[in-house]
């Protein structure tokens, strides 16, 4: 059984949510965050009452995040594995530049570039106390990636996302040495994870198992390529 944080699970159809029931089913002890109370949340406390624990946490905010360790560290001695799911987009994203505010972009990387490595930070002490390799997956995307980029839009979320994939590398150089700790991000691929639309192949609750695997199978490799898709084969950043 390993502690397990991952932030953004309010929302029943999304892969936050999916990941924690997931991990629950798989028998962790599961942190789950939210910036808001989640009635979806609640309900699934009440089926783990034992092993789901709900922190409310607002990446966006230093001091949100640091009193969310301070909870958890309140709860569990360590945290083998953070997923940094929580994201943002404005509902300008679809804009193309003449009709997008461009004081979008730099809030929007505050929660989906920095969030997670703000997360990074105030969790690190509960992530050097694993008995197991501690490891940080970042829920990217393809739209962060700048080699494949064909979008005109996307001006918020395309950016926090390269932005997310940068800080990663960053910290996989800062951490390189240290055998304790991995990290990687991971674009998840096109999950339905709008209900309004059915176009996206990947199913949350499905993908979620898949997705855990995948980290379970790559959390030991700190030398495999640091941008992967949901197979596990490098994505170009
Ligand atoms: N869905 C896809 O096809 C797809 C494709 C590529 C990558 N991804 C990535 O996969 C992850 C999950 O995607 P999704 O579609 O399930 O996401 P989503 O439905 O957009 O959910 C995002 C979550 O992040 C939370 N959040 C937003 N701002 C926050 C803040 N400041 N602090 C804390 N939490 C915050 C939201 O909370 P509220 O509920 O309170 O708003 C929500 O629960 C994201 O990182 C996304 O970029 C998804």
Known sequence: MQNVLVTGTGRPYALGFNLVRRYLEHGDNVFASIRRPSEALEALRQEWPDRLHILTMDISSTPSVNAAAQAAAALAPCMDLIVNNATTASDQTLNELPDFDLDLVAPAVNVGAVGPIR????????LRQSETVALVVNISSEAGSIGRCYRTNYLDYGTEKAALNMLTMTMCNYFRDDPRLNIFCVHPGWIRTNP????????????????????????????????ITYTGEAYPW
Do not use: C, I, S
């Open 196 to 227: 309004d639309d059915p176009r996206a192949p990947l199913l949350p609750y499905e993908h979620a198992e898949t997705l855990r695997q995948l980290f379970e199978q790559k959390r030991f490799d700190k030398t495999g390529p640091r941008f």
């Open 119 to 126: 997360v990074l930070k105030a969790f690190l002490p509960l």
